[in-house]
C-alpha cells in the first residue's frame, strides 16, 4: 500500500518556462486528486500535460503496490520510456533510480544515445540481472563509431535491450517483485498523436509530446494557454473526449499499422513478436504484462511480399535526380525512389519510352516507403 503519492515534472528554467501551460496542467491534476506536485530543476516530463482530469493514477498505483519500479514501452518506437515512470518510496525503488542516474558518468563519447532514455536500457538489464547482457552494452559504448545514418545504431541497441528482456513483464528480483513494464498503450500516458490527440474514459490521462501552443490549444482553453496561471476550473476544452470503444479503434488502426511497416520503415526495426500478441487484446485495452515466469506465445502472421519485382541494376549505372517527391520525373530507362537513392540500394522501376515518365511518389513504386518522415527523391539512370 502507500500512503502518500508525489508527481514530479524534471525541468530546468528555461524548460519550465517552455512548458509552462503543460507543467500547470499536472498542477491541477494533482491538486483534484490530492497529490503532491513538484518540479525538479536539476517524473513527468515537462511535455506531457494531464489531459484527463476526473481519474486519478489509482488503476496504475495498484501495480506500485506490489513492486517498485513502474516503467512502460513507448508506442511510436521500441523504447522504454524514461520521460514517465512511477517509483515507490523504498531501498530498492531509490537504489534504481540512483544507479540510472549514476549513467551519466557512463555516457557514449559520440553518437545518439537519447541521454536517460538510452541510459534505462542498459541499466534495466543490470538491475534485472539478465544473463547475456554484454552485447547490448557493447552496442551502448560503441555508439557513433561506424558511419551509420542518424538513429540507426541507437536503435540497433535498443533493439538487442528489448529483444533481451523481452515482452512486458512482473519481473522478481531474487525473489520479490521490483519491476513492472506496462504493455505499450496501457500506461498512463502515451504519446499523442498515437491517439489522434482523444481520451475516454478509459486509457491514458496524460499526452506525451505536447510542445506547442497549437498542441495545448487541442485540450485546453485559450486563457488557460494564453496565461499558464488560469483557474484548474476553466482549463479543459470539450471536443476531444470519445468513447471506449472509438478510443479503442484508434489504437488498434495504430498497431495494425505498426505492423504492417510502420515501424520499420522509421526505425528499421521489425516489430517484436509481442506486438502480434497484443492485436487481441488492443481495441478492448486489456493488455497486460506477463507474470515473472509466464512464457509468451506469438502467433505471426506470414510475411508479406513485394508488390514489384526485384530487378538486378547493372554496375555502371549512374543515377541522377530527376525529381522531388510528389513531382514528375521524365525518365527511359530506370528510375529510384528514396533518401540518397542514388547511393543506396531500394526499389528500382523500368521506365518503357511511352509514356517515358514516372510518378515520383510511392504508389508508382509499390507503396515501399523507404525513409519515413525524411524528404525523397526519384533518381533515373537513362538508357539502361
Not at 16 to 31: G, H, L, P, T, W
Not at 227 to 235: L, P, R, T, V, Y
Not at 277 to 296: F, H, I, N, Q, T
Amino acid at each position: 500500500s502507500y500512503s502518500a503519492v508525489g508527481i514530479a515534472a524534471v525541468a530546468d528554467p528555461n524548460y519550465q518556462k517552455r512548458f509552462a501551460v503543460s507543467i500547470a496542467s499536472q498542477k491541477c491534476y494533482a491538486e483534484r486528486h490530492g497529490y503532491e506536485h513538484a518540479v525538479i530543476d536539476p517524473v513527468m516530463d515537462g511535455d506531457n500535460p494531464v489531459v484527463v482530469l476526473d481519474r486519478s493514477l489509482d488503476h496504475w498505483l495498484e501495480e506500485a503496490k506490489a513492486t517498485d519500479v513502474v516503467l512502460y514501452e513507448r508506442w511510436m518506437n521500441n523504447e522504454i520510456m524514461a520521460g514517465n515512470y512511477a517509483v515507490r518510496n523504498s531501498a530498492w525503488g531509490i537504489a534504481f533510480c540512483d544507479g540510472w542516474a549514476s549513467y551519466n558518468y557512463e555516457l557514449p563519447k559520440a553518437g545518439y544515445y537519447s541521454s536517460d532514455n538510452g541510459a534505462i536500457h542498459l541499466h534495466l538489464l543490470r538491475a534485472l540481472q539478465l544473463s547475456k547482457w554484454e552485447p547490448c552494452s557493447t552496442l551502448w559504448h560503441h555508439l557513433g563509431s561506424d558511419r551509420a545514418e542518424g538513429l540507426d545504431e541507437y536503435f540497433s541497441f535498443v533493439t538487442c535491450s528489448r529483444l533481451l528482456m523481452g515482452a512486458p513483464r512482473r519481473w522478481k528480483v531474487k525473489g520479490k517483485y521490483r519491476v513492472t513494464i506496462l504493455p505499450r498503450g496501457h500506461s498512463w500516458s502515451i504519446d499523442g498523436g498515437n491517439v489522434d490527440s482523444k481520451t475516454s474514459s478509459v486509457g491514458p490521462i496524460s499526452h506525451h509530446g505536447q510542445k506547442t501552443e497549437q498542441n495545448y490549444l487541442q485540450y485546453f482553453t485559450e486563457e488557460f494557454v494564453k496565461s499558464a496561471d488560469a483557474s484548474c476550473a476553466n482549463m479543459m476544452k470539450e471536443g476531444f473526449q470519445v468513447d471506449p470503444a472509438t478510443l479503442g479503434g484508434i489504437m488498434s488502426r495504430s498497431l495494425d499499422a505498426r505492423l504492417d511497416g510502420g515501424l520499420l520503415s522509421w526505425t528499421r526495426q521489425f516489430p517484436p513478436p509481442w506486438d502480434w500478441v497484443y492485436k487481441g487484446c488492443m481495441k478492448s485495452l486489456s493488455c497486460r504484462p506477463l507474470e515473472d515466469e509466464e512464457s509468451l506465445v506469438p502467433t505471426m502472421l506470414r510475411p508479406p511480399q513485394a508488390k514489384l519485382p526485384w530487378m538486378r541494376v547493372p554496375n555502371n549505372a549512374k543515377f541522377k535526380e530527376c525529381a522531388k517527391d510528389h513531382e514528375s520525373c521524365a525518365c527511359v530507362g530506370l528510375a529510384k525512389f528514396g533518401h540518397l537513392a542514388s547511393k543506396r540500394f531500394s526499389v528500382v522501376v523500368r521506365v518503357e519510352r511511352n509514356p517515358g515518365k514516372i510518378a515520383c511518389g510511392m504508389s508508382a513504386f509499390g507503396e515501399d516507403d523507404p525513409a519515413s518522415g525524411e524528404s525523397k527523391r526519384c533518381y533515373c539512370a537513362e538508357g539502361l
